[in-house]
Nanobody, 123 residues
Framework: QVQVVESGGGLVQAGGSLGLSCTAS????????MAWFRQAPGKDREFVAA????????YYADSVKGRFTISRVNSKNTVYLRMNSLKPEDTAVYYC????????????????WGQGTQVTVSA
């Protein structure tokens, strides 16, 4: 069973930056699509960003395009999410997820999930 663990959440002021990390339990995930989702209170879990197995292709939700960057280092079994120009509406629990190819943007298509890390952006 693939396990992924997120880290790096916290509290930041609007306009600030924050970085998240997601480390997988073993190297089998080097062939996996890795993605970030988020869920705000009372809302559905939504797609944020995804990267193909080698990082050659990346995908973003329109709401974060140009502000967030997803990347991965397979030698470390780790995927990152760099978040710049944060807005209060980015406040949510951020989840790392993994699946086999192809890249999809719907949460139900991802079988492997982390526990989530809280990101709070104050106005």
């Amino acid at each position: 069973q693939v396990q992924v663990v997120e880290s790096g959440g916290g509290l930041v002021q609007a306009g600030g930056s924050l970085g998240l990390s997601c480390t997988a339990s073993d190297s089998t995930t080097v062939s996996f699509v890795m993605a970030w989702f988020r869920q705000a209170p009372g809302k559905d879990r939504e797609f944020v960003a995804a990267t193909s197995w080698n990082g050659g292709s990346t995908y973003y939700a329109d709401s974060v395009k140009g502000r967030f960057t997803i990347s991965r280092v397979n030698s470390k079994n780790t995927v990152y999410l760099r978040m710049n120009s944060l807005k209060p509406e980015d406040t949510a629990v951020y989840y790392c997820a993994a699946k086999l190819t192809p890249v999809l943007t719907t949460a139900r298509d991802y079988p492997h999930w982390g526990q989530g890390t809280q990101v709070t952006v104050s106005a």
